[in-house]
């Protein structure tokens, strides 16, 4: 007889469904290792091999120039020239790759593109990184100018010479990089191709007969290009038998392959099933895919002394990169780069979710996008009126305003942020220095008076050019905004370069559109950090029925606590809802009253049911009224809605 097992099935039948079983699991894993193999072998089919371009054959430039002089337009042409991308006379920004860069039309975001060229019977690898042109995205050109051994220098034939313009040629000069000038939409009507080339030999010491007239819309001219950065351009020095050494000077983030890190390969050679070391963390990886970005990802065989390219090495965690870092082979360790000096936070803001249980995920999307842009500096904080949130750096206004519309666009996040301040220092008498980041950190009165020596703001030195006819107007701004003069010299016969020392907090706020209402658009506007100095520096506060609420908390200069703490009580009276009783909005400093604004209580009419009678029987009605008033704002208690922190904090902004 057939066993029979305890679930009642014939041992011999149950034998058999084991093997069908086993054989049914086996057949599927065969099946799923030959996908992998066939996906494998149609990877190394598309994967390029670039070995054959040694470093005297690989050009690494990039393209800089203020803001809307046509550095994408241009990049745009350069990939149709080289096959990177068809001509269809529909790419426009094809490196804009970021919502926020096609919707606002600027750069925010270095990005990179390979292309191949051949010049004089010989092929060429040409490295192309495409940078920001605002101020607010410094970091970015830097980094990108460190992988690069020459950079185009693009001027607008129109305008000429503007402030980020000078700014982005003494960062390539500092670099030691080889300069190319060139002169773009010199087609335009309004173009005046020789005074622009003048201001650029009068305030670079360019030679003019070397600067090239191109039009990068229209492509006259932009043949030309390519040619004059492999003659103008150093190879990259290296070798490929030293052993392998490579910069990070970019990341971001793949939900599906995780951290992605863009790198200038600086000695030796990389190629996949590689192992390699972080000298910042001495973690190992083991690479799994190396490339070159054209203009999308795109697979090599391997990745080679003096090339820039991708590495993908299953770094999962987003905090184990870290940009400036240097890789190197396992077992092979060599002397790390000198990386680069990390940003400097210029501006501050809270960032809150607007729902609390939001908190987790809103910390994870920060860290991701972080990756991305690494001049983000990130601080938990925590706000009584606010919730868990974090304390932000940012290199400037627009870096803010970008970064939060990445966050919601990208991540979905719904937040809050709180007005912008500056970094102050706060010195006391037994000699400490301590660094206040946010109001709450600021010291009360009493503290000021008995331990503190001196308060410093920060300063920048700022650099505007404008037409001459404006040289009053903005001589004029920059003094009632606390600025001093330093220089101011002419460009050229109509065109004016003034030099100015501004506090930084000045900056942040309206400076840029004042600047521009004066100049009727036509002045330009930068600025770089220029220490820190004494300055009257208040804590001012806003007070609900006598309570602080520390989220509209503020530091600022002795000279403006009147004028601003009068500007948020009326705000504040305007959002808040009407209570059964009184609130006083008061703004203080120093221990004292600056402003103040009431919000009048609502008011049953008691004596709506008495229709006659004696007096008194209606003021006995309005004397328990009046108690019963008294007694709630003594135990009331004024809570702001979010609505109403939106509706101030985006009128501070």
């Not at 900056?507 to 521009?516: P, Q, S, W």
């Not at 220029?530 to 002795?558: C, F, I, R, T, W």
């Given at each position: 007889?057939?066993?029979?097992?305890?679930?009642?099935?014939?041992?011999?039948?149950?034998?058999?469904?084991?093997?069908?079983?086993?054989?049914?699991?086996?057949?599927?894993?065969?099946?799923?290792?030959?996908?992998?193999?066939?996906?494998?072998?149609?990877?190394?089919?598309?994967?390029?091999?670039?070995?054959?371009?040694?470093?005297?054959?690989?050009?690494?430039?990039?393209?800089?120039?203020?803001?809307?002089?046509?550095?994408?337009?241009?990049?745009?042409?350069?990939?149709?020239?080289?096959?990177?991308?068809?001509?269809?006379?529909?790419?426009?920004?094809?490196?804009?790759?970021?919502?926020?860069?096609?919707?606002?039309?600027?750069?925010?975001?270095?990005?990179?593109?390979?292309?191949?060229?051949?010049?004089?019977?010989?092929?060429?690898?040409?490295?192309?990184?495409?940078?920001?042109?605002?101020?607010?995205?410094?970091?970015?050109?830097?980094?990108?100018?460190?992988?690069?051994?020459?950079?185009?220098?693009?001027?607008?034939?129109?305008?000429?010479?503007?402030?980020?313009?000078?700014?982005?040629?003494?960062?390539?000069?500092?670099?030691?990089?080889?300069?190319?000038?060139?002169?773009?939409?010199?087609?335009?009507?309004?173009?005046?191709?020789?005074?622009?080339?003048?201001?650029?030999?009068?305030?670079?010491?360019?030679?003019?007969?070397?600067?090239?007239?191109?039009?990068?819309?229209?492509?006259?001219?932009?043949?030309?290009?390519?040619?004059?950065?492999?003659?103008?351009?150093?190879?990259?020095?290296?070798?490929?038998?030293?052993?392998?050494?490579?910069?990070?000077?970019?990341?971001?983030?793949?939900?599906?392959?995780?951290?992605?890190?863009?790198?200038?390969?600086?000695?030796?050679?990389?190629?996949?099933?590689?192992?390699?070391?972080?000298?910042?963390?001495?973690?190992?990886?083991?690479?799994?895919?190396?490339?070159?970005?054209?203009?999308?990802?795109?697979?090599?065989?391997?990745?080679?002394?003096?090339?820039?390219?991708?590495?993908?090495?299953?770094?999962?965690?987003?905090?184990?990169?870290?940009?400036?870092?240097?890789?190197?082979?396992?077992?092979?360790?060599?002397?790390?780069?000198?990386?680069?000096?990390?940003?400097?936070?210029?501006?501050?803001?809270?960032?809150?979710?607007?729902?609390?249980?939001?908190?987790?995920?809103?910390?994870?999307?920060?860290?991701?996008?972080?990756?991305?842009?690494?001049?983000?500096?990130?601080?938990?904080?925590?706000?009584?009126?606010?919730?868990?949130?974090?304390?932000?750096?940012?290199?400037?206004?627009?870096h803010m305003d970008v970064f939060r519309q990445r966050l919601e666009e990208e991540y979905n996040a719904n937040i809050l942020i709180t007005a912008p301040t500056v970094p102050y220092k706060i010195k006391y008498r037994d000699g400490t220095v301590k660094f206040i980041k946010t109001p709450a950190d600021f010291p009360d009165g009493t503290t000021m008076q008995e331990y503190v020596e001196s308060t410093m703001e920060p300063f920048v030195l700022a650099t505007m050019i404008f037409p001459k006819e404006y040289l009053g107007q903005m001589l004029e701004l920059c003094t009632t905004?606390?600025?001093?003069?330093?220089?101011?010299?002419?460009?050229?016969?109509?065109?004016?370069?003034?030099?100015?020392?501004?506090?930084?907090?000045?900056?942040?706020?309206?400076?840029?559109?004042?600047?521009?209402?004066?100049?009727?658009?036509?002045?330009?506007?930068?600025?770089?950090?220029?220490?820190?100095?004494?300055?009257?520096?208040?804590?001012?506060?806003?007070?609900?029925?006598?309570?602080?609420?520390?989220?509209?908390?503020?530091?600022?200069?002795?000279?403006?606590?009147?004028?601003?703490?009068?500007?948020?009580?009326?705000?504040?009276?305007?959002?808040?809802?009407?209570?059964?009783?009184?609130?006083?909005?008061?703004?203080?400093?120093?221990?004292?009253?600056?402003?103040?604004?009431?919000?009048?209580?609502?008011r049953k009419n008691v004596t709506a049911k008495c229709y006659g009678g004696d007096i008194t029987r209606k003021m006995k009605l309005l004397n328990k009224q009046k108690e019963g008033k008294k007694w709630m704002k003594k135990f009331g208690k004024v809570e702001l809605p979010q609505e109403a922190f939106l509706g101030i904090l985006s009128k501070k902004n």
């Amino acid at each position: 007889m057939l066993g029979i097992r305890a679930g009642g099935l014939p041992q011999r039948l149950w034998s058999l469904w084991l093997l069908d079983k086993h054989l049914d699991r086996a057949i599927k894993n065969t099946c799923l290792q030959a996908k992998r193999y066939t996906a494998r072998a149609a990877s190394a089919k598309q994967e390029i091999d670039i070995s054959e371009y040694p470093p005297e054959r690989i050009r690494n430039f990039s393209i800089i120039a203020h803001i809307d002089h046509g550095k994408s337009t241009l990049a745009d042409r350069l990939l149709e020239q080289t096959g990177v991308i068809s001509k269809t006379g529909k790419n426009k920004q094809v490196l804009d790759k970021l919502k926020v860069e096609r919707e606002r039309g600027i750069t925010v975001k270095a990005q990179s593109a390979s292309m191949f060229y051949e010049y004089k019977g010989k092929k060429y690898l040409m490295n192309l990184i495409d940078t920001p042109g605002h101020v607010d995205f410094n970091y970015e050109v830097s980094r990108s100018l460190a992988a690069c051994q020459g950079t185009i220098l693009l001027v607008d034939a129109a305008q000429g010479i503007q402030a980020q313009t000078v700014a982005n040629f003494y960062l390539a000069f500092g670099e030691g990089l080889q300069v190319i000038p060139m002169l773009n939409k010199v087609d335009l009507p309004t173009a005046e191709p020789e005074r622009a080339a003048q201001q650029i030999e009068s305030t670079f010491e360019i030679d003019s007969s070397k600067i090239l007239h191109i039009s990068a819309k229209s492509g006259m001219g932009v043949d030309q290009v390519l040619p004059a950065v492999i003659e103008n351009t150093l190879p990259p020095e290296g070798s490929i038998d030293q052993p392998f050494r490579a910069l990070l000077f970019d990341t971001w983030y793949d939900k599906y392959v995780g951290v992605v890190c863009l790198m200038a390969i600086k000695e030796g050679v990389i190629k996949r099933g590689d192992r390699i070391v972080s000298s910042h963390s001495k973690t190992k990886y083991e690479v799994t895919e190396v490339g070159i970005m054209y203009p999308d990802p795109k697979p090599t065989t391997s990745l080679q002394v003096g090339q820039v390219g991708y590495i993908i090495c299953n770094m999962k965690s987003v905090s184990e990169a870290h940009v400036g870092d240097t890789f190197y082979k396992d077992k092979h360790p060599v002397e790390p780069l000198p990386g680069f000096v990390p940003a400097k936070s210029m501006v501050f803001a809270g960032v809150f979710p607007l729902d609390a249980d939001e908190f987790s995920k809103l910390d994870e999307s920060i860290q991701k996008l972080t990756l991305n842009d690494s001049s983000v500096s990130v601080h938990k904080e925590t706000s009584a009126a606010l919730g868990q949130g974090w304390r932000l750096g940012f290199l400037g206004t627009l870096h803010m305003d970008v970064f939060r519309q990445r966050l919601e666009e990208e991540y979905n996040a719904n937040i809050l942020i709180t007005a912008p301040t500056v970094p102050y220092k706060i010195k006391y008498r037994d000699g400490t220095v301590k660094f206040i980041k946010t109001p709450a950190d600021f010291p009360d009165g009493t503290t000021m008076q008995e331990y503190v020596e001196s308060t410093m703001e920060p300063f920048v030195l700022a650099t505007m050019i404008f037409p001459k006819e404006y040289l009053g107007q903005m001589l004029e701004l920059c003094t009632t905004h606390r600025g001093e003069i330093q220089n101011h010299t002419f460009i050229d016969e109509s065109r004016v370069m003034l030099t100015c020392r501004l506090p930084m907090s000045d900056i942040v706020t309206d400076f840029f559109d004042k600047l521009k209402s004066k100049s009727q658009g036509f002045a330009s506007f930068d600025y770089e950090d220029a220490g820190y100095d004494d300055s009257q520096l208040v804590k001012m506060e806003v007070l609900l029925n006598g309570e602080p609420v520390d989220a509209l908390a503020a530091v600022m200069h002795k000279s403006n606590v009147v004028m601003v703490g009068r500007d948020i009580a009326k705000r504040l009276k305007e959002v808040i809802r009407r209570q059964l009783f009184d609130i006083i909005i008061q703004t203080a400093a120093n221990g004292k009253i600056v402003a103040r604004e009431t919000v009048k209580q609502l008011r049953k009419n008691v004596t709506a049911k008495c229709y006659g009678g004696d007096i008194t029987r209606k003021m006995k009605l309005l004397n328990k009224q009046k108690e019963g008033k008294k007694w709630m704002k003594k135990f009331g208690k004024v809570e702001l809605p979010q609505e109403a922190f939106l509706g101030i904090l985006s009128k501070k902004n």
